[in-house]
């Protein structure tokens, strides 16, 4: 309970700022790379250099570290990791905003205590609102209808949602130097995943457009759903049973249960994240674990022990023991979002 | 429990056959197409008419019903559809080999009235065996160990167990018009995809060699598995409890859980397929629905209405009524199986 507190501490942020205020320009798509530097945003240094040294070692044909194209699978985290997850999780202010909607017809809703704490702005309504008001809310806005409903529900949130601090649509908010690192991924034939505690129906909305990553290589959480004809047609209506929760000791799970084989390369930013870098590092053969650590306050936030979101702890110990790559976004990255006007 | 003992007849001859009397060549992968005929295998006739008539239409540029590459997913069912699931499933076979092995080292499994029935050749002691009974040895089977020792389990198995009626191994009897068929998906940029009741964890050791699909484009049923670290080294333990039955409406559900886009094109070859149909024929724009249909007794099979294995019933019923395309394996398919010395 005390830790949906104090994420909702961060919502109450976001959900009470002002919501059309956007001027920069979402442009996930256009990260081409350059034929001369494929990771044009990242700064010289370790960083840069661990990873093109594992990209090539891995991709000559004849290095002793060579690894079949089939077995190219690189996984990456996506709250944190590929965009930015705060004040808020962005999939969380999604729920109020809807919630907010739907209270209008939805008595039990209107009476959920998270949204009248919301509404009223009062800090100790908010500190009384316990996890179970904030799963509900989660519940109730995302079952009950059919998965292209869903969907197109989140479609026009993308579009319409302003971010509080950098007025932007949430998807202008991902990392410039992780989308060239995908880019320069998949040039050398890795296949590339998401592996994220998110929803799976929320992030394949946008992730094929934000990352050019299609559905079919997104692992999430997700919720039961159930066949149905409904006049005629046949659909897949969402309930609001859990199905699967895709983060931490689940994230292995998740790899193994839809992609079939262990990674060759992992990357997360949270502790959350650490079993599946645990889980990459423990193949055979050639193995990279990367952790994007948010060190750089001015240009996007500064979060890692004892944060009550993408808490960084026991992750970052055992990176630094093991020699693993801890990205500095503040060291590391010269740009951190796409679009012009933005850090 | 009547379907659990029809099913174990079947097992009963697949059990008892000899097991090592295999001479035909098996050949999955060399399915190479011609560039003048892409469905050699195929007789001409409508359904052969029907598959080219609409892949030409979704993949010419221009064409009213051009369907773009990142949309082309084509699923297929596995038993039945693109392998024999004659005179039982192949992994029910695996099954039964795998248990009277450990059954030396593991009394309560020696116990089991299959067992028991299987060995002695009874078939009044097989005619009592329970739904219950079949499944403790399936999960007995299939979990207890890392994912990495399962699938070298069953590795070896294929290698080494025999089909009681034609002597070769089980992968040999792959339908060579469906590769065919994958193939000339696949030149199409189509995306192949297989949704089957059978084991995920099970198929992946053979689906890529066989039919040239990855793991990771693999959906089937699935146990539980929990990380845990070993030793020093993080594994997943496969558990007895299942996770989800991916069989009749589970089929959609598993598609959209996996793939998170409508199938384009889908193919079964039993009721239990018939839900994944309806649910690809119920998306907009044009769609294709495939059954095989088993009535060849000399070269594999024949059995459809009220067959315990692969019944085929609503599901062609409804085919008729939609006009989706049933194949006849007797006159549809020139040749059955890759092999030289199959039919």
Not at 31 to 40: F, N
Not at 282 to 300: I, L, Q, S, W
Request: proline content about 7%; aromatic content about 10%; hydrophobic content about 40%.
């Amino acid at each position: 309970m005390k830790k949906a507190v104090l994420i909702l501490a961060g919502l109450a942020f976001a959900a009470c700022a002002p919501t059309d205020t956007g001027t920069a320009d979402t442009d996930g798509a256009s990260y081409a790379q350059s034929a001369s530097d494929p990771l044009p945003s990242w700064n010289t240094g370790p960083s840069r250099d661990a990873i093109i040294d594992f990209v090539e070692r891995t991709t000559t044909p004849g290095s002793p570290d060579f690894v079949p194209v089939p077995e190219r699978i690189a996984t990456f985290d996506n709250d944190g990791t590929l965009w930015s997850e705060q004040p808020a999780y962005f999939q969380l202010a999604f729920a109020i905003d809807r919630s907010k909607m739907l209270a209008a017809h939805n008595p039990e809703l209107a009476k959920n205590p998270l949204l009248a704490a919301l509404a009223s702005g009062d800090k100790e309504a908010l500190a009384n609102v316990t996890e179970h008001d904030l799963v509900q809310l989660v519940a109730e806005t995302h079952s009950g209808m059919t998965l292209e409903q869903f969907q197109g529900i989140v479609a026009n949130w993308l579009d319409v949602a302003r971010h509080p601090r950098f007025g932007v649509p949430y998807p202008a908010l991902i990392y410039q130097p992780m989308l060239e690192l995908l880019d320069y991924l998949r040039a050398h034939d890795y296949k590339t995943f998401i592996v994220s505690g998110g929803g799976v129906d929320f992030m394949r909305v946008f992730v094929e457009d934000a990352y050019g990553i299609p559905p079919e290589q997104v692992v999430g959480s997700m919720g039961e759903t159930e066949f149905e004809i409904r006049e005629g047609v046949p659909v897949l209506i969402k309930q609001r049973a859990m199905n699967f929760v895709d983060d931490k000791e689940g994230k292995p799970v998740g790899i193994a249960r839809f992609i079939g084989r262990r990674p060759v390369m992992a990357w997360g930013n949270s502790d959350g994240d650490l079993a599946m870098l645990q889980y990459t590092m423990g193949g055979d053969g050639p193995r990279f674990a990367g952790y994007v650590h948010h060190d750089d306050a001015d240009r996007e936030w500064a979060y890692d022990r004892g944060s009550h979101i993408g808490g960084f702890d026991v992750g970052w110990d055992e990176a630094v023991e093991k020699g693993w790559t801890v990205v500095s976004m503040k060291d590391d990255w010269e740009k951190i979002y796409p679009g012009d006007g933005l850090p």
